[in-house]
């Protein structure tokens, strides 16, 4: 006759019970935190610039456009994945995380999109692009400091706000048609650079799509070209501005500086002004 082990059974019994107490907890808990409405909305702003398109009460009309109620709503009536979802497609939002406590506090964590440059087209339509290298529209509230790019730009919004302008610049198509990959990259350039950003306020794209910039001081204006070695151009630039216009103080002595060809800076001498006495 076979031998029955006690101990066997009294260990499976109790892991039975534990088991059935776990489930019976997490059941209470549940339906309890299901019973818990939410007492406070507790929204937090990340910017990294000094622009601001968006605040928290920006956030609370937004959720009061869309008819979201949260305040004094039960926690399973609210859909945080949707509430979630909507902030992210927010045009001011770059992310949007929603999560709530037991204590009926709903957070909301929004970090907010950083425009890089500021697109005017042929057309007159305006958009940026932002540092994650999406189309932004323009805000009704506020308008962000940032370097303009206008000229010969056809690209509408309609057509290039789905596409990323990193996947423009990677697609053999998209790039040869498009100049928005060339106007982020001398704009994330310029942004970079502690000199150039303080001097350069425009960049101009002509009618041969190449590149120029104007700066803020002085009537010159700079021919970029292509953004082929685009490094070495601005170096370059920047070599010219220090060792040459800043030293000899002649801002306004030239019309063109040309940055085109390898190891050359080529002036234009500006036009003296004929004026009368």
Not at 62 to 89: C, M, S, T, V, W
Not at 143 to 158: M, P
């Amino acid at each position: 006759m076979k031998k029955i082990n006690y101990k066997r059974i009294l260990l499976v019994l109790t892991w039975g019970l534990c088991l059935a107490g776990l489930a019976t907890s997490l059941a209470f808990v549940n339906k309890e935190q299901k019973a818990v409405k939410v007492n406070a909305l507790n929204i937090s702003i990340t910017n990294d610039t000094e622009n601001q398109f968006i605040d928290e009460e920006g956030v609370k009309a937004y959720f009061d456009e869309r008819n979201d109620k949260i305040l004094n709503q039960a926690f399973h009536k609210l859909d945080l994945h949707q509430l979630e979802k909507a902030l992210n497609a927010h045009p001011a939002i770059e992310n949007a995380e929603v999560n709530y406590n037991m204590n009926g506090e709903v957070a909301v964590k929004v970090t907010q999109r950083c425009p890089v440059v500021r697109v005017i087209t042929t057309s007159g339509e305006s958009y940026y692009i932002d540092r994650l290298s999406k189309l932004m529209p323009l805000s009704d509230n506020y308008t962000a400091r940032v370097l303009i790019a206008s000229g010969f730009i056809n690209e509408t919004y309609a057509a290039r706000y789905t596409m990323p302008i990193n996947d423009i610049r990677s697609n053999k198509v998209f790039k040869e048609v498009s100049v928005l990959d060339d106007v982020l990259e001398m704009a994330t350039k310029i942004n970079a650079d502690t000199l150039l950003s303080q001097l350069i306020h425009q960049v101009y794209v002509n009618p041969e799509k190449e590149l120029e910039l104007f700066p803020a001081i002085g009537n010159h204006r700079i021919i970029i070209g292509s953004v082929e070695n685009l490094d070495e151009k601005l170096n370059k630039l920047k070599v010219f501005y220090k060792q040459g216009l800043n030293k000899t103080n002649s801002w306004t002595k030239y019309s063109v500086v040309n940055l085109k060809y390898k190891n050359l800076v080529v002036c234009t001498a500006a036009k003296a002004s004929n004026s009368k006495k």
